[in-house]
């Protein structure tokens, strides 16, 4: 009986603790692909978090309350993440950051709304650092949900602005991925090379099954083919890395302009080939001039974690998340999202706010270029990313018309 | 007619490739009657262990070494495993392979990690060998091919012109004659179902730095090899030789067709605007081995060449 009772005892003293303990961690729930194709992108987006709660932490932490990332493994898979967001959910995580695939965002906003809309009072926050469908911030906003990277239509302008002076390029081939982003990019392309360079001809324009492809070259043989001047491509993870794969083996000397082109492992395979080729829209590279102190920052996040620091707006996304918990003081959800609405912040590269007519974070984007003359080299190669003449593109010039029409709670 | 060449050539290489897995498959299949589920993971060890190998003693070691490695581990499963099985009919052997895929899967997640690895086309093969209508075509290929080649040959001539072979074709085909001959019968199948192994560790070898080394390999790669076994006819060299090909023919030249539904069946007035009519060959071709599956078992169920009916 005794022992029964001290039993008892322990297992109520062990809840109580469980309950402290979690009074002073905020949980992030980091929900993305950690095995499989993609996995290289999700583990580099995890340990970008992780140094960012670390920064947070030493800095007395959000709101007071340790920050802690709590990563769960979705394979990019849509019905995957769903199990996820509910095991994360059933752990009494309140904030749930995903990136990798629009497909995924899509269905974890969709999910997210139902939750919230079922469950007052147990609101969860989706950040966004990475899913750029246009549609989340237009027909399909959320209150829910707040994106901290340039959508596809922005990046599209600033592309196509470039575009747009490039008087020897008479021919565009356009290849992506099969799915909501893959379609985004290759409409806006589409339409604003229309508008800007009517006289452009697009010769190709492809979808190609998302993360299936082992072998790109008979998609460059057709490219080639075609005679295009120019690719446009929205690939990432391991779609990418091949693409260039096969065009440096190739010799496809042609401008290949990418989103993500400077992508973990896509440089180490690209090589000399690639030099003054590919190019890539972003909100960040590692040249850009900035102070010596982010400069610091990002030697301690490669020296700590052995990879390059890439995710500058996974930084952005976790400093501002934690201006607004120490605004509201509290982990509630719902205070902490009108905080972050309208927000602006300072970083290393220039001013940011968050938009609060559809929750899309405005910051100055990037075109720059792969390049042997670079100070910093990524991923033990010689080579980097140099941004070009005109590629600094100033944050206020990427905004776009909004279709939002966000219900935001009373 | 610079797309037909580079498709020509990119499909024998890619076709090629599928026989070096496929024929270790479908030799264990005619040996044992039942299909080696976990046939890929061997092909994924061998670009595993050219990959470990190769990091210390530079990979024209590691091409050796890497494949009989394989095989010593596939003679082993069978020795020790698979042969216990054996007695408990064809089920159980299928479940054991099956079960064999997903520990050889966990396993190198765990000891080389869940994302890709680094493993390298070799410095010395890393160059345009030539260029033809103005695109390069990198020497690694060619090398791929002439391995093929070689080990196509090698595979002929050991099983249709030695003793070994006369001696493996008849355990094949007639295991108890061959045994009450004086031959041991278990031993021939442990170097057989060995042998198969280090033919898929070869093609991981050689395949391995030519697409991506990481732990999903086997998982893509395995359902098409079985596709090559079944159009080929189960146990059937010759077939698989001509499926491998034809579907690396398939899949590449399907890539390089830009033209729509809507463009093949104008005269129905299929709008190329409409769901079905936008669908063009080229986005198909990953789908087309399993289509050509479906055919195959639905008009010839035992295969192009095959012996048996499944």
Sequence with gaps: MNYLKSLVAAAVLATCSISVSSADTLKIGYIDPLSGHFALAGDTGLKHFRYAADRINEAGGAGGMTVEIVPFDNKVNPKESLVQLQKAIDQGIRYIVQGNGSSVASALIDAINKHNKRNPGEEVLFLNYAAVDPAFTNDRCSFWHFRFDADADMKMAAMTDWLAKQDDIKKVYILGQDYSFGKAVANAAVTMIAEKRPDIEIVGNELHPLGKVKDFTPYVQKMMTSDADAVITGNWGQDMTLLIKAASAAGHNVPYLTYYGGGLGAVATMGEGAIGLVKQITEFHQNIDTSEEQVANMDRFQERYGTDYYYQRVFTLMEMFDKAVDEVGENDPVKVAFALAGMEHETPYGPVSMREDNHQLIQPLFISTFSDDVSRTLEGTAFGFTTDPDGNINGDATRTATTCQMERPS | ?310
């Design chain 2, 1 to 310: 007619m610079e797309t037909f060449f580079f498709s020509l050539l990119n499909g024998v290489i890619y076709g090629l490739l599928l026989f070096m897995l496929s024929s270790g498959l479908t030799l264990i299949f005619s040996m044992m009657g039942v299909l080696n589920f976990a046939h890929a993971s061997f092909y994924m060890l061998g670009a595993y262990f050219a990959y470990t190998i190769g990091s210390v003693t530079g990979f024209w070691i590691a091409l050796f070494l890497a494949p009989i490695l394989v095989g010593l581990a596939g003679a082993g499963v069978e020795r020790w495993g698979l042969r216990k099985v054996h007695t408990n009919g064809h089920l159980a052997e299928l479940l054991f392979t099956f079960g064999l895929a997903y520990l050889i899967d966990e396993l190198v997640k765990i000891i080389w990690g869940k994302i890709p690895v680094p493993y390298e086309i070799p410095a010395a093969l890393d160059f345009p060998l030539f260029t033809l209508f103005g695109a390069q075509y990198p020497a690694y290929r060619i090398f791929m091919l002439v391995v093929s080649i070689a080990m196509l040959a090698g595979l002929w001539f050991l099983l249709k012109r030695t003793r070994a072979g006369l001696i493996i074709q008849a355990a094949l085909t007639h295991p108890h004659m061959v045994g009450h001959l004086g031959h041991n019968v278990p031993r021939v199948f442990m170097i057989v179902f060995g042998f198969g192994c280090a033919l898929a560790g070869l093609a991981g070898v050689i395949g391995g730095n030519y697409l991506v080394t990481e732990p999903a390999m086997a998982l893509s790669i395995g359902p098409i090899v079985f596709v090559v076994v079944v159009v080929g006819g189960m146990g059937s060299l010759e077939g698989a030789f001509i499926a491998s090909l034809l579907i690396g023919l398939l899949q590449t030249f399907a890539i390089s067709i830009d033209t729509t539904f809507a463009e093949i069946f104008a005269f129905t007035g299929l709008s190329p605007l409409s769901d079905l009519g936008r669908i063009s060959i080229a986005s198909l071709a990953p789908m087309l081995p399993f289509l050509l599956l479906v055919l195959v078992l639905m008009i010839r169920p035992r295969g192009l060449m095959g012996e048996r009916e499944i």
